[in-house]
Each structure stands twice: as structure tokens, then as C-alpha cells.
């Protein structure tokens, strides 16, 4: 952790900083690790990213590591015990939510082969690259963002608007927002041209 670069958010939180240098903005395409972002973005929504990031640790604890398949089959006494876990955010619509989702999520990964390939398709499977300037330039939600909602309300996921689907998508690396000025936005731009060769020599191979 390197006091003296630059980064997108101004913070001495040792956490935040973690969390912004080593996974913000990083293509993820293992499933479980999507889930959990989702999740948590769902969790997020009305509140600040703060808050759910100190307690990522409880929900992983509460929620089985996002296990999609062990909450898929939470029952009440699941449900009961989550409302009443003082280390995660004791919100029962969004508990519930967790829960459905989950099931969807199955779904989608018995449809598609994974949950990877559903949610990338709405980039072309390649990471969107800005180059904001400043935090201020950052959109709330995109076109992107929005075409990803509308397909996960329709197939009944709940906690998926625009706006929470934007953020999951630059937690993910399905966007790098890093800002052009940040140490991060070559590092991440870098590991994207890696990734990218690698997908079209699999395709070759294929």
C-alpha cells in the first residue's frame, strides 16, 4: 500500500484503500466472486459502499462464502438467523432478495454454462475503458447498465436497478471507471490487453 501514488478516492481507511488498489476495476469472471458482488451492491443500495465493506467479512460468514447453491435452499430458521446477525445489514427485503437471487443465478448458470458468460455479453464480453478525468464524470448508470437491469428484473432478480447494476459492473471490471490520473486505470488497462489475447487465442485454439 503505496501512500504516495495517486488514486481515485481521497481516504486514509487502510480497508478502502485495500480494496480500491487490489480488486476495484479487476475483470472477474469466476462465479462465485460475481455472486458475491452482487450481492453485496444489492446490499449496498441507499447506503455507501462504506458501510457494506466493513462488514464484507460477516456477510461472507452469514451467507455461506456466496454459496449460491446453500442460500438457494435457505428456508426461515435461514432467514430468522440473518435478521438477526448484528454483523451484516439487517434489511429483510434485501435478505430475502439474497435468496431469490441466488435461485435465479442457478438458473441462469444452468442456461448459459456460467454466470460469467450471461452477465459479459452486455460488453461484447471486453471491458468498457473510460477515461474520466474526474469523479464528477462518472455516470450514476449507462446504456450498458440498463440493458443489464432490464434483463435481470425480467428473469425476476430483485435489488438490480441501473444504478446498482453500474456499480457491480465497475466492482467486477466490466468497467474500468479508475480515473486516468490513478495509478490503477494503466495497471488494470494493462491486465485487460492480457485477458483479451488470451480470449481470442482460446477462440483460435477452439
Known amino acids: 500500500m503505496n501512500p504516495y501514488v495517486n488514486r481515485c478516492w481521497l481516504t486514509d481507511e487502510a480497508l478502502y484503500i485495500k480494496y480500491h488498489d487490489e480488486e476495484w476495476g479487476v475483470p472477474v469472471h469466476d462465479d462465485q466472486k460475481l455472486f458475491e458482488f452482487l450481492v453485496l451492491d444489492g446490499f449496498q443500495a441507499g447506503l455507501s459502499w462504506w458501510i457494506v465493506l466493513q462488514r464484507r467479512e460477516k456477510f461472507r460468514d452469514a451467507f455461506d462464502q456466496f454459496d449460491a447453491k446453500k442460500i ?117 488497462n494493462s491486465l485487460i490487453s492480457i485477458l483479451n489475447s488470451q480470449c481470442t487465442r482460446g477462440k483460435k485454439d477452439a
Not at 469523479?135 to 428484473?153: D, G, H, I, Q, W
Request: proline share 3%.
Open 72 to 188: 438457494a435452499k435457505y428456508s426461515k430458521p435461514d432467514l430468522n438467523r440473518l435478521q438477526n446477525n448484528s454483523g451484516i445489514i439487517k434489511n429483510k427485503a434485501k435478505i430475502a432478495a439474497t435468496v431469490t437471487n441466488a435461485k435465479l443465478f442457478l438458473e441462469i448458470q444452468k442456461e448459459f454454462g456460467s454466470f460469467d458468460k450471461f452477465i459479459w455479453q452486455f460488453v461484447n464480453g471486453k471491458t468498457i475503458v473510460n477515461s474520466f478525468r474526474s469523479l464528477a464524470e462518472v455516470p450514476a448508470e449507462t446504456e450498458e447498465s440498463r440493458a443489464m437491469s432490464k434483463e435481470l428484473r425480467k428473469r425476476g432478480f430483485k435489488f438490480v436497478g441501473p444504478t446498482i447494476c453500474y456499480a457491480f459492473m465497475q466492482a467486477a471490471g466490466i468497467v474500468n471507471d479508475h480515473l486516468v490520473s490513478c495509478y490503477r486505470f494503466r495497471e488494470i
